[in-house]
């Protein structure tokens, strides 16, 4: 058999054309260097997401005009093609209008895994085929290995920055395109120094900030200047019933949290449950938070067994329900119309609908997929 080149490809990279999603950043400006630099025939593409000037971000926040900027620099040093596509209207509705509902509705979204999802491995992957190229490339940190059946998913080699909470709802159709060169890579030092190497001017770019259109971690500013009006004020109500105080709108609030209640001394007391339609923010104890069983929807399954052939008592697995833990054990149960139920061997806390619980085999790093958090009935 022919000998693959380091994309996976049996033909030689100058003949082997890759997009590369080139976000202006140190990461993605890496990826497209390195493939330059092997002899890839490299098209870098950067996807203007909002109008910075807008409503939305602060300047300077990605893929604003200096990212875009960023990007065209990398690839005029690396001598390749590089294209600025306006995205707006689909970020917009793909992303940005879920987001802002979802808050409303009182869940605690996470936009960017519906912009992988959506924009980048669904548009600008469908961009990168008509591009006639053979993949697309990303510098996300996450592995794409060569399995036995299939290309698996596998968290990036450096757990501080594995990426796989935010890629969980990657089909497999998309990772059969994808590569991620950077997944393997130990430390972000790795990544600055080969941006040194490389000669890039970003290689001291300093690292994104979380949700890109949301300066400062402001995501209510954000809200209301989206839908005006929308997040009503309402009561702050114990488990017990009795009303403590008031709120200025769900959007305000994340299960878990316990600061910024405004509901005086007295024991300790957190958000346990956002009732959007009735307006209430529930308070209650720590204990409260404590949830062994977490129910599921929109589930995206990667495993090399069918979903539908999973056994009936369900599947040992681990999973995350928050980006910022490690995975736990759990018994994965298919449910009807595309649901489960995730039962955890030890109950976590402020598990929040909106967020993902994202499942990985119990043997190792390997990602199996996903699901959405949904209210408990
Ligand atoms: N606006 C964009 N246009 C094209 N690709 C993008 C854009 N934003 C992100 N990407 C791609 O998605 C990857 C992950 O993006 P993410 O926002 O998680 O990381 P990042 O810190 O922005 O990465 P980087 O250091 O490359 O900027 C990027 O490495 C890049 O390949």
């Not at 990461?27 to 490299?42: F, H, K, P, T």
């Not at 709108?249 to 994340?254: A, K, L, Q, R, S």
Request: proline share 5%.
């Amino acid at each position: 058999m022919a000998e693959l080149n380091s994309l996976g490809f049996a033909k030689a990279p100058a003949d082997t054309r890759v997009v590369v999603a080139m976000s202006g950043g140190v990461d993605s400006s890496v990826v497209a260097a390195q493939l330059a630099s092997e002899g890839y025939d490299v098209v870098g593409v950067t996807l203007q997401l909002y109008d910075h000037g807008a409503a939305l971000a602060k300047k300077g926040a990605c893929c604003a005009g200096r990212d875009i900027h960023d990007a065209r620099r990398v690839a005029e040093t690396m001598a390749f093609p590089h294209y600025v596509l306006d995205y707006e209207n689909k970020f917009r509705e793909s992303v940005i209008d879920e987001f802002a509902d979802a808050y409303l509705a009182g869940a605690t979204p996470i936009p960017c895994i519906r912009c992988n999802e959506r924009v980048k491995f669904r548009d600008l992957l469908e961009t990168a085929k008509d591009l006639d190229a053979d993949c697309m490339a990303t510098g996300h940190y996450i592995q794409r290995k060569a399995g036995p059946q299939k290309a698996e998913l596998h968290r990036a080699a450096d757990p501080e920055r594995d990426q796989s909470y935010f890629l969980f709802s990657t089909t497999q159709e998309q990772l059969d395109y994808l590569r991620f060169p950077l997944g393997h890579l130990k430390s972000k030092a790795e990544t600055r120094t080969l941006a040194a190497q490389y000669g890039l001017s970003v290689a001291d770019k300093p690292d994104s900030q979380d949700i890109c259109f949301v300066p400062n971690g402001s995501y209510a500013a954000v809200i209301e200047k989206l839908r005006p009006g929308a997040a009503e004020p309402g009561e702050i109500v114990h488990l017990d019933g009795r009303v403590l105080g008031a709120h200025r709108g769900v959007i305000h609030y994340t299960i878990g949290q316990r600061r910024g209640l405004g509901i005086g001394g007295g024991e300790p007391l957190y958000v346990v449950k956002l009732d959007a339609d009735a307006r209430r923010v529930i308070v209650g104890p720590k204990e409260a938070l404590a949830t062994r069983t977490v129910p599921i929807h929109q589930i995206n399954w990667i495993g090399d067994r069918e979903w539908d052939a999973l056994p009936d008592d369900g599947a040992e697995v681990l999973v995350k329900v928050r980006s910022t833990r490690p995975p736990r054990e759990a018994v994965l149960r298919r449910g009807a119309d595309g649901t489960a139920e995730v039962e955890l061997a030890l109950a976590e806390e402020g598990i929040a609908p909106g967020q993902a619980c994202v499942f990985y085999a119990p043997e190792g790093s390997r990602v199996l997929g996903g699901g959405w958090i949904r209210a408990a009935a």
